[in-house]
């Protein structure tokens, strides 16, 4: 532990180096600079009649690289909750009708099922949830819908570990 310019940090040492691992201001913010969080885009739409693992290979930030860009899954590396995320733009396949998906831990749906009904033209679909993880369970994001799902800024994932 040590205190510089009214900031307290604690630090750890590892192989010989020593690495800052929690750092408290004088207004009593808590950073941490190692703490996991990622942020990733579709690169481009999917094209008409996509259907499965949706995978965001743009990536804005990737703390820790838990987050993998060519399999679209998040890997926690340490047991607790996480916070994710996703949006798209989608162009349902076939007029109106119901747009679904489920987010996968591992190789199964986690049963928290994200749905709404579309009805025309480019519709918004995403999902947040806070997830118990543990050391090496991965997330990834399902959908049973087919469509052109939208990428560039139009389709994000994102996660943190909260606790």
């Known amino acids: 532990t040590g205190e510089d310019n009214g900031y307290m940090f604690l630090q750890t040492t590892s192989g ?71 949006y798209t733009n989608i162009l349902r396949d076939g007029g109106a009708g119901t747009l679904w998906g489920d987010w996968y831990v591992n190789s199964s749906a986690r049963g928290n099922r994200f749905y709404t009904y579309y009805t025309g033209g480019w519709e918004l679909m995403g999902a947040t949830i806070i997830l118990n993880l543990n050391t090496n369970d991965y997330v990834r994001v399902y959908v049973h819908s087919g469509g052109n799902y939208d990428g560039s800024s139009y389709g994000s994932f994102s996660g943190t570990m909260i606790s």
Do not use: C, Q
């Open 16 to 86: 010989g180096t020593m690495a800052e691992r929690l750092r408290i201001s004088s207004e009593g913010y808590v950073t941490k600079p190692y703490h996991p969080a990622f942020n990733a885009k579709l690169p481009g739409a999917t094209g008409t009649g996509f259907s499965g693992f949706l995978v965001f290979s743009n990536v804005d930030y990737n703390i820790g690289s838990h987050y993998s860009g060519s399999n679209g899954r998040f890997t926690a590396p340490v047991g607790g909750r996480y916070l994710f995320s996703w």
